[in-house]
RNA sequence: GGGGCAAUGGUGUAAUCGGUAGCACGACAGAUUCUGAUUCUGUUAGUCGGGGUUCAAGUCCCUGUUGCCCUACCA
């Protein structure tokens, strides 16, 4: 047996991801500073401000600041904006608001790429001026053709050995504007040859005679995100560049500029380390930036924060907490394996954080009328009682409200069968279940419609069950049993409201993937589930739900969010008024029931 | 015909020097319950294939297979 001096009642030590351990040995040895100082460790989330953040993002931003917090270190938030022709302030804003939402903290000021134009173009002379770049006058057809392909080299461009001084003269009027866009580029020189492609003489600046949002006109050439991004992180002396597997073939790339940089240089500059992890890939979802600003150009949703969207704005909206996207984002882990992640994993993430945070309340989504008849017998028919409600049964802190009931009431008519199976625990004619926290109520008629719809429900109620307490024992001390507890809400002071049941956006467990059968015609259109969202427009309430009550504490971001008993977790969305309640679904119970009853 | 990366239950992930394959979600059973929720208990099921080294291999070596990425003046 091996040594173990391991003791059983120490708590095992919490496994660590694969770039956690990168960091540990960092740290350990010393490579960024003095051994053991944790607080070198500098991280970033470098978001293009061309579209609103997705979930996928979140997870970068929680695993980048977070990595930042656990040792100590720095996290930065930085735009990279080389590209003016596809970016907008709208996106800056939206991706700032995000990030702060999701409780990520920047040090210092929000930096842009652009801030570093001056510096990049020093450089980029620099290259020029040490024989490692070149202006191209090739037109982008020869460039690509030029370029071989995976498995033929490459072929020089008849302009890679102009004289140093030939570039630089080029390149300033470059610069200064002189010529059209896509007329000349200037490339790193670097080998035509190289079995990676991202070697061959890779492009550094194009010309764009276009206006930045930030620089205005000030600049007719932008560089390229392969030469401008490692240039960020050192500038900003980021020790771990975290990014997805597909820049794995640029790293090399990167290495080779900041080595030409610091060739024959006194001081050298930072070089960061690359890290690449898979990144996330929900079920059911799609990530792609460019196909998220389809469904929104083409009306599929109603903006990037619609509620089905799977956009940092648009899953809050809908009712997902920070905290949930924390836990998902541990949940899903860091690893270089490219899988999909089980959308599941995000709901119950989110079950998990509003089951003991948010409180509860009776909503009744599709209402039927239940009289009880015998409500006279035993009082004024016109009285109305009050019962005490827990906010929350896990949470006693959460106090309670008091929810009111009478001769007229609201139950949800899924609630209800004609006819039902030995099984169903609720409502039928003949059986007796509880209103939660009011009366034990029995069926005894109901009263249907021309079309066979059930219009009306009658019961009697056992006033000895008031409060929803068992009723005492009888005559032989047998107690009388009810299997089936029910939502509802009094009919006298139901507070009408709208209900958006939101359900996945795509029918398909991985919407982006073309079926093999697929001869060109498919879209990731096709598996837009039609019924994403269903709208509710006469909900009956509970008047506790039509504004905040004393008791309840508000939430971080100021969305109301609420547990509907037996139903869902439920938010207010941004269009609701106080004369138009309007509420999102974020998520339903689990309901293993629904499960069975499907089988 | 090139280069890079990856592979552990249904899914996602752990396993420190080569030493009991663990956790989460799910599924299934049961208990509790004024939410068919929650909570609790239990069950299920895994090292991509083939060789090799070793007392001992998810881990080391050889070899094969499968999947993903790479030929924008996008990021």
Redesign the pocket.
């Known amino acids: 047996?091996?040594?173990?001096n391991?003791n059983p009642d120490e708590p095992?030590?919490e496994?660590?991801?694969?770039i956690e351990?990168i960091v540990d040995a960092d740290i350990a040895s010393g490579k960024w500073g003095d051994a053991g100082d944790r607080s070198v460790v500098a991280t970033r989330f470098?978001p293009?401000p061309?579209g609103y953040l997705h979930i996928g993002h979140a997870k970068s931003i929680c695993l980048n600041s977070g990595l930042a917090e656990q040792f100590g270190g720095t996290f930065k938030l930085r735009f990279?904006d080389?590209?003016p022709?596809?970016e907008e302030q709208e996106y800056v804003d939206s991706i700032i608001g995000d990030v702060e939402w999701l409780g990520a903290r920047w040090e210092g000021e929000v930096r842009f790429a652009s801030d570093y134009f001056g510096q990049f173009y020093e450089w980029a002379r620099d290259l020029i001026a040490k024989g490692l770049a070149y202006v191209?006058e090739?037109?982008?057809e020869q460039?690509?053709n030029n370029?071989?392909?995976?498995?033929?080299p490459g072929v020089n461009s008849p302009f890679r050995d102009r004289p140093a001084a030939e570039s630089l003269d080029l390149f300033a009027r470059m610069k200064a504007g002189e010529f059209e866009?896509?007329?000349?580029?200037l490339r790193a020189k670097i080998d035509m040859a190289s079995?990676?492609?991202?070697l061959r003489d890779?492009?550094m600046y194009?010309?764009?005679n276009a206006h930045h949002h930030r620089t205005g006109d000030t600049w007719h050439i932008?560089?390229?995100?392969?030469w401008?991004?490692g240039l960020e992180d050192s500038i900003e002396g980021i020790t771990h560049s975290i990014c997805t597997?597909?820049?794995?073939?640029?790293r090399p790339l990167y290495d080779w500029f900041i080595d030409a940089i610091n060739k024959d240089r006194g001081e050298p500059i930072h070089h960061p380390q690359q890290i690449?992890f898979?990144r996330l890939e929900p079920t059911y979802i799609i990530t792609s930036k460019r196909s998220l600003k389809l469904l929104v150009d083409e009306n599929h949703v109603t903006g990037w924060d619609d509620p089905r969207m799977p956009t940092i704005s648009g899953l809050r909206r809908r009712g997902f907490t920070p905290e949930s996207f924390r836990s998902f984002a541990k949940?899903?882990?860091?690893?270089?394996?490219?899988?999909?992640?089980?959308i599941?994993?995000l709901e119950?993430a989110v079950?998990?954080h509003l089951?003991t945070e948010a409180p509860?309340r009776m909503a009744v989504l599709d209402p039927i009328k239940v009289v009880i008849t015998n409500w006279g017998e035993h009082g004024d028919e016109s009285r109305i009682e009050e019962f005490n409600a827990v906010n929350?049964?896990?949470n006693p802190d959460d106090g309670s409200r008091t929810v009111t009931f009478g001769k007229e009431i609201y139950i949800e008519r899924d609630d209800f069968m004609e006819d039902p199976p030995k099984?169903?625990?609720?409502l039928g004619p003949g059986r007796e279940v509880?209103l939660?926290?009011?009366y034990w109520v029995t069926c005894t008629d109901f009263i249907k419609d021309d079309a066979g719809n059930i219009t009306e429900i009658h019961c009697t109620y056992d006033p000895q069950t008031k409060?929803?307490?068992n009723p005492p024992p009888d005559a032989e001390g047998k107690v009388r049993k009810v299997k089936?507890?029910?939502?509802w809400v009094g009919a006298h002071d139901a507070v009408d409201a709208e209900v958006r049941l939101i359900d996945r956006l795509f029918t398909a467990e991985h919407p982006a993937k073309a079926p093999k059968d697929d001869e060109g015609g498919w879209s990731f259109m096709d598996n837009l589930n039609p019924d994403s969202m269903k709208v509710v427009r006469n909900a009956k309430f509970e008047p506790a739900l039509a504004s905040r009550t004393p008791s309840e504490s508000a939430w971080a971001d100021g969305i109301r969010r609420y547990?509907f008993?037996?139903l869902g977790y439920f938010c207010e969305d941004r269009d609701s008024t106080q004369s138009n309640l309007v509420f999102n679904r974020t998520v339903t119970?689990?309901?293993?029931?629904?499960?069975?009853a499907g089988?």
Do not use: C
């Open positions: 047996m091996p040594d173990t391991t095992k030590a496994s660590r991801n694969f351990q470098p293009e061309n990279d080389t590209n022709a596809k191209d090739q037109s982008p460039i690509r370029r071989g392909n995976v498995t033929e866009d896509g007329s000349m580029v079995p990676n492609m991202n890779p492009v194009r010309v764009l932008y560089p390229m995100y392969d401008a991004h597997l597909e820049f794995e073939n640029h690449e898979a949940a899903t882990g860091v690893t270089k394996y490219k899988g999909s992640h089980d599941g994993l119950a079950r998990d089951n509860r929350n049964p896990n099984k169903f625990f609720r509880r939660r926290y009011a409060g929803g307490e089936g507890t029910i939502h547990q008993e037996r119970l689990r309901d293993s029931w629904a499960k069975n089988k």
